[in-house]
């Protein structure tokens, strides 16, 4: 009843009612500024990167020296194939982010329908739920992945069709990446399920006779999309970095090379040894950033999220 | 101890003559951003050797910030702006923040609503009650131990229930647990922030009786916070009505409620249910407190008074003092006779706030705590 | 307490401040207690159980040991009249929040029938039947600020049950939302309608909430403490509202407070429950003024008023020790027995049923056997805390 007047911030995260004020939000503090730009200026290489450097060079139609550092003309310098690496850099970003992204839909679409339902639900559906996430769960992720890609590339063929511009043999990494991740969202959402479940809304809900369907899809939904966005976040971040780790071990796909792709190329060439540096210090910089990038975004919404975090007004 | 031990362990400074608290202007600001909230805007009071003083108001009244700007427990964006609060003459307000930790617990101490808030879920009772006394007090382990025992007791709840952890006991005997807590250093003050609120009738009873006990018993003096004017009616010798951050009205518990003066103390007390009263009715107050940010010029009731002048809405109404009661209202002005007025007076333009109000054009500042 | 004229044309609020105006209909005691006329009847619980079974240990598994019960509603047989506001007071643990769940069929019992205007309505957990039963009684919850999601308008909240139970038209629906948003007060309904909750006041929320009850068109609503978290001064505002609700739509209210003031200010008729049983039921003014049943009149004689007691007052209190047993471990006999300052032999052996007391009040106690009145007790040294 009439208790202390914390005389906080009224409305506080429930006033951010779209996605446009998230984002808003997001960019108000430094952090989030920084990383959105980041992932704007990738972004915007990897939906078009025709535009910037023009068409992937292949061994074809590479025209440079054969690796060479950077000199005039090729400012990051060449690799084996006499190609030049800002060519293949930015090439190299439309591949990890659409990977990326794909993988990121899939496991949080898994992962919070699994979260919510299994939440919502409860009993015997949960708790069978809840074995199968938990056994993805524990087995590690990269061990898992080594041994699904081989199984499921066998499955699709190296055929030459291509999803989203990208070829089937990627879409097995997205396909795995989304299979090992999505559990860690699962328990999330169905962490913050089950605290929606018992609160008084939910319960007029059933009172006018909603069912199940509309209760999930109408109260428990609205009130868990900022978590699964902030989830996503780093889900992405986390996507790049599986997909660099198959690469570099060999799984990916040298026709369509990702960063992670030209790191084994680097590898498998002795770059290292060489001191060949322009060969892997561009792909690397790039992940490390991108995931920077998200990690910083991730902290500025979770900054929104979680109103008692907020000092500054 | 008794009241006559007590005052060998006054303060260095105090001065045993003086009244036990005086509190003169009291102004406590909130900054939100770029906007203040005005919660507390100029309360004074004074509390004597073993009274029961209680505040009483509504949600946003100041009221709990006034208890709080007492000991200091604010918020890191409230401050005390102006005003003084004296205890045996000293005045706390200009102490320093580690200088005030001599006052804290030792003379005025606090229970708080809601007792689970307060106490910490992982630690024994008995260890939460031995903290404040070998911290405080300097006990040593074995004898804090015994006088935890011996408080538990005081307050009802037997000694070997001491080991229990608080989500072990029930919502009486936690709040049984914050009293015995607040009385280990054997404060001069106990302050009780709506202390019974959250609790059923029966166990609210309880406490209020306990509380009487151990007043007589310990020659203790009592701040009672509440928004409900039926236990101040049953606990408090004074009472001092709050709204929108000042005194309304202040005086013997029998006087103000038996013949309220300030309009708002008489549609507060008629929008209470009375059970031994013939008639079940209940009285309306249209509207809503002001929003602290831009409190209303002149009286802050005003918008909300059925029997608001003119210059109700202009001028700040002076405190007046009459007997035992001091009122701020333009019906008693200084030098009028003081006696209550029940009905509107000639040029009264009344209430100008409708029943059900339009949606805010800001949100209303949210009251934590419901 | 003058008529406040509204800038914009509002109806002015009475300045009778009575709260109610007129007796209610039905009050006249039907003979014989309380099973009331069937023709008057809208809402009957008889012998209604709500038993949860306490989750073992593995050890308890282990040894077999009976797992305990938690026995929130033990056994109550409850008419509501038509028309009649009927408060169902109790203290926590009582059971009377699970009761208007049960009502309202948000908790299923675990034994007794309930039937609603003469049809058997206990079991009804498919779809039609329910669908109905849900547009007929509706409930009131206690907390504004939590009731509504936060993510929804006021207009989504309001429609809500229509779409969901496919009454209507768009254009019909909409017109229901205006009308019992107006109903409730919060007038020109499309100020309201697109706002979000966080821009209202707790007031304001709770006439959304009793706008969303209304829209089906309920016979009956339950509200369970639809005033305890406003402020003293609002609480009024939002009784009289119910008050005149019932007037207009024909309504019939259980309402469930712990607060025995609010019952005696609002019900026509008091039940008064402990540890899962009904211990007295009457008219209002009975019940409060000649309590028959010792816990009642305990509660009678320490709710607070805004009246400084007399000190004969303070001595009569009846302010009783302990508190209130877990409803896994009821007392043996007449459960109230641990704590009763009347107690006798028979009280801890047996539990009493409700006994006729004459103008239509009953009371569970072996001393209302016979309609005997409680006897007047010096307060004795153990009923206040030492």
């Known amino acids: 009843m009439a208790g202390q007047v914390a005389l906080a911030r009224p409305g506080g995260a429930r006033r951010f009612v779209g996605a446009g004020s998230l984002l808003r939000a997001v960019l108000r503090r430094p952090e989030g500024l920084i990383g959105v730009i980041i992932l704007t200026f990738f972004a915007l290489l990897a939906i078009a990167p025709e535009l910037f450097v023009g068409p992937l060079q292949t061994a074809v139609t590479a025209k440079g020296p054969r690796l060479s550092p950077p000199i005039e003309g090729f400012p990051l310098g060449t690799d084996h194939l006499r190609r030049d690496m800002i060519n293949l850099t930015v090439h190299g970003a439309r591949v990890s982010m659409v990977i990326g992204l794909l993988a990121t839909v899939i496991t949080v679409l898994v992962g919070a329908v699994v979260g919510i339902v299994s939440g919502f639900a409860g009993g015997r559906l949960d708790g069978f739920l809840m074995r199968i996430t938990d056994f993805f769960l524990v087995i590690p992720t990269f061990v898992l992945a080594l041994i699904l890609t081989p199984i499921l590339r066998d499955l699709v063929g190296s055929g030459s069709r291509e999803v989203f511009g990208i070829r089937m043999t990627l879409v097995v990494i997205v396909v795995v990446i989304g299979i090992t991740s999505w559990s860690s969202t699962a328990r999330i959402i169905r962490s913050q399920t089950l605290s929606l479940k018992e609160r008084a809304f939910v319960d007029r809900a059933r009172v006018i006779g909603a069912g199940g369907g509309h209760i999930m899809r109408r109260h428990i939904l609205p009130n868990v999309i900022n978590l699964i966005v902030a989830n996503a976040v780093i889900v992405f971040a986390g996507a790049v970095l599986t997909e660099t780790f198959l690469s570099f071990v060999g799984l990916g796909d040298p026709l369509q090379p990702s960063w992670g792709q030209l790191l084994e190329s680097a590898r498998a060439i002795g770059a290292p040894g060489l001191g060949a540096w322009w060969y892997f210090v561009p792909p690397s910089a790039c992940i490390v950033l991108v995931v920077l990038a998200f990690t910083l975004v991730g902290s500025a919404l979770d900054d929104q999220l979680n109103p008692k975090r907020r000092e500054r007004r | 101890m008794t009241v006559a031990s007590r005052r060998q362990s006054l303060p260095k400074l105090a001065d045993p003559s003086a009244p036990l608290l005086v509190v003169e202007d009291l102004k406590t600001h909130f900054s939100l951003g770029a906007e203040t909230v005005h919660a507390v805007d100029g309360i004074s009071f004074t509390l004597n050797h073993g009274e029961a003083l209680g505040i009483a108001g509504e949600s946003g009244c100041g009221k709990t910030t006034t208890a709080l700007s007492l000991i200091r427990l604010l918020p890191s964006n409230a401050s005390i702006v102006d005003g003084s609060v004296r205890l045996y003459g000293i005045d706390l307000v200009t102490k320093s923040a580690n200088a005030l930790r001599r006052y804290r617990w030792r003379e005025v101490s606090i229970v708080f609503q809601g007792a689970m808030n307060a106490l910490n879920p992982v630690h024994r009772l008995r260890d939460q009650i031995v903290e404040p006394l070998t911290e405080r007090l300097g006990m040593s382990e074995k004898e804090a131990r015994k006088r935890a025992g011996e408080l538990l007791e005081l307050v009802g709840i037997p000694k070997k229930r001491g080991g229990a952890y608080p989500h072990e006991l029930s919502g009486g005997m936690r709040q049984r647990a914050m009293i015995a807590m607040a009385l280990a250093c054997d404060p001069a003050i106990v302050i009780g922030d709506e202390p019974t609120t959250a609790l059923d009738v029966m166990i609210q009873a309880q406490i209020l009786a306990l509380l009487e006990d151990l007043r007589h018993k310990l020659g203790l003096s009592l701040i009672l916070i509440t928004h409900d004017l039926s236990v101040i009616a049953e606990t408090c010798d004074r009472v001092l009505i709050m709204y929108a951050g000042r005194v309304a009205e202040e005086g013997t518990v029998d006087e103000v409620f038996r013949r309220p003066r300030h309009p708002y103390t008489q549609k507060l007390l008629a929008a209470f249910p009375n059970i031994r009263a013939d008639r079940r009715t209940l009285d309306v107050i249209p509207g809503s407190p002001p929003d602290l940010r831009h409190p209303p010029p002149g009286c802050r009731f005003a918008p909300r008074c059925p029997f608001a002048m003119e210059v109700c809405t202009e001028v700040v109404p002076p405190e007046v003092t009459f007997g035992q009661v001091r009122v701020a209202c333009h019906l008693y002005p200084p030098g009028s006779d003081g006696v209550q007025v029940t009905t509107a007076p000639p040029n009264a333009i009344g209430a100008t706030v409708p029943l059900v109000e339009p949606p805010p054009a800001e949100p209303p500042l949210e009251v934590a705590g419901g | ?386």
Not at chain 3, 251 to 266: E, G, M, N, R
Request: one cysteine or more.
């Open chain 3, 1 to 386: 307490m003058s008529a406040n004229p509204m800038p914009n044309g509002d109806a002015t609020p009475s300045a009778d401040p009575a709260l109610r105006a007129d007796p209610a209909p039905g009050t006249d005691p039907a003979p014989g207690g309380d099973p009331a006329p069937s023709g008057d009847e809208i809402l009957r619980l008889e012998g209604l159980e709500v038993h949860f079974p306490v989750r073992g240990g593995l050890l308890d598994a282990i040894l077999k040991r009976p797992r305990g019960v938690v026995r929130a509603v033990d056994g109550i047989d409850l008419t509501l009249r038509r028309g009649e506001v009927l408060g169902l007071v109790g203290e926590s643990g009582s059971g009377k929040t699970t009761t208007g769940r049960v009502v309202v069929k948000l908790t299923r019992q675990t034994a007794g029938r309930m039937s609603l205007d003469g049809k058997d309505v206990s079991d009804l957990w498919g779809s039609r039947a329910l669908r109905d039963y849900r547009r007929r009684v509706q409930l009131i919850f206690q907390d504004p600020y939590e009731t509504l999601n936060p993510k929804h308008t006021i207009r989504e909240f309001v429609m809500e049950p229509l779409l969901v139970n496919g009454i209507g038209t768009p254009a019909e629906r909409e017109s229901r939302v205006v009308d019992a948003l107006e109903a409730a007060g919060l007038r020109p309904a499309r100020d309201f309608a697109g706002r979000y909750p966080h821009e209202l006041s707790g007031g304001q929320r709770q006439r959304v909430v009793i706008a969303g009850a209304l829209v089906m068109g309920p016979q009956v609503i339950v509200a369970d403490e639809p005033v305890s978290m406003l402020d003293v001064s609002i609480r009024t505002e939002l009784l009289r509202l119910m008050l005149d609700l019932r007037a207009e739509r024909d309504l019939t209210y259980l309402f469930i407070t712990h607060d025995l003031s609010l019952a005696w200010v609002i019900a026509d008729r008091i039940a008064v429950m402990y540890l899962g049983k009904i211990m007295e039921i009457g008219p209002a003014e009975q019940v409060i003024r000649a309590p028959h049943n010792p816990y009642t009149q305990a509660l009678v004689s320490v709710s607070p008023t805004p009246e400084p007691p007399t000190m004969g007052e303070r001595a009569k209190r009846t302010i009783l020790v302990g508190e209130t047993p877990d409803a896994a471990n009821v007392p043996v006999g007449c459960r109230f027995n641990p704590r009763c300052p009347y107690v006798f032999d028979r009280c801890r052996v047996e539990e009493p049923p409700l006994f006729d007391v004459g103008g239509g009040q009953s009371a569970a106690c072996w001393l209302a056997e016979g309609g005997r009145e409680l006897p007047v007790l010096p307060p004795r040294p153990g009923t206040v805390p030492a």
